[in-house]
């Protein structure tokens, strides 16, 4: 299990992989930040996800800890999210939506991908990815700017 040890006032958080692991973030140079705190699988203990660098074009790397007991705390998910949201279920289980443009420079056309908790394999997997489209928004800008 992973040791964390959340440094409030720095905002920051430390990580400490389990022993014997040759676990490593993919930049060690960058700081750890906390992102969310919360009860992401509805077990009545605070988990947090965590920003661990390697941003860019506005996603960064993210992994969720959840906590097992005191500040030991597993791995179940690490990957790239932006435009990040957070939903709950009827059962308190969070749900993690991340959304980005299908196509650069076309904010009309929006990829949204879902990852859900899988409780058999205690990790968070990709349960939907589809593409957004708002046609009639985008007929509207493409109108504006032929009239304009």
Same mark, same amino acid.
């Given at each position: 299990?992973?040791?964390?040890?959340?440094? !409030? %006032?720095?905002? %920051?958080?430390?990580?400490?992989?389990?022993?014997? !692991?040759?676990?490593?973030?993919?930049?060690?140079?960058?700081?750890?930040?906390?992102?969310?705190?919360?009860?992401?699988?509805?077990?009545? $203990?605070?988990?947090?996800?965590?920003?661990?660098?390697?941003?860019?074009?506005?996603?960064?790397?993210? %992994?969720?800890?959840?906590?097992?007991?005191?500040?030991?705390? $597993?791995?179940?998910?690490?990957?790239?999210?932006?435009?990040?949201?957070?939903?709950?279920?009827?059962?308190?289980?969070?749900?993690?939506?991340?959304?980005?443009?299908?196509?650069?420079?076309?904010?009309? $056309?929006?990829?949204?991908?879902?990852?859900?908790?899988?409780?058999?394999?205690?990790?968070?997997?990709?349960?939907?990815?589809f593409v957004y489209?708002?046609?009639?928004?985008?007929?509207?800008?493409?109108?504006?700017?032929?009239?304009?």
């Amino acid at each position: 299990m992973f040791i964390l040890n959340e440094e !409030s %006032s720095e905002n %920051s958080v430390r990580i400490i992989p389990p022993k014997n !692991s040759d676990f490593e973030f993919p930049d060690s140079s960058a700081k750890a930040e906390p992102y969310k705190n919360g009860d992401f699988n509805a077990d009545g $203990k605070e988990d947090i996800l965590v920003c661990v660098g390697t941003c860019g074009t506005g996603a960064c790397l993210c %992994s969720l800890f959840l906590n097992q007991y005191d500040n030991f705390y $597993k791995l179940v998910f690490i990957d790239y999210l932006k435009n990040v949201e957070f939903n709950v279920d009827k059962n308190g289980i969070w749900t993690i939506e991340s959304s980005e443009e299908f196509e650069p420079y076309n904010p009309f $056309k929006i990829q949204i991908t879902t990852f859900k908790f899988d409780k058999s394999k205690y990790q968070y997997k990709i349960d939907t990815i589809f593409v957004y489209c708002d046609k009639e928004v985008e007929q509207i800008m493409n109108e504006e700017k032929t009239n304009g």
